[in-house]
């Protein structure tokens, strides 16, 4: 079966690593709209990495 899900899975994974390591090592705080569009990246990552699972999860 070729599925795309795992491929899913390794883009949202590696975007939402990627935006936690961005966040946790800034120097300094960002402004308010580069903060929540950030947070609002990591949200939606995160959203498509649990999706993706549990669709990958229920093609089995």
Request: a positive charge; proline letters at 3%; aromatic letters at 10%.
């Amino acid at each position: 079966m070729n599925s795309k899900w795992p491929k899913l899975m390794l883009m949202s994974g590696a975007t939402s690593a990627w935006l936690i390591y961005d966040m946790t090592t800034a120097t300094e705080a960002p402004r308010q709209a580069v903060a929540v569009l950030q947070y609002g990246l990591l949200a939606c990552a995160l959203f498509g990495l649990v999706g993706s699972l549990l669709m990958f999860a229920s093609q089995k």
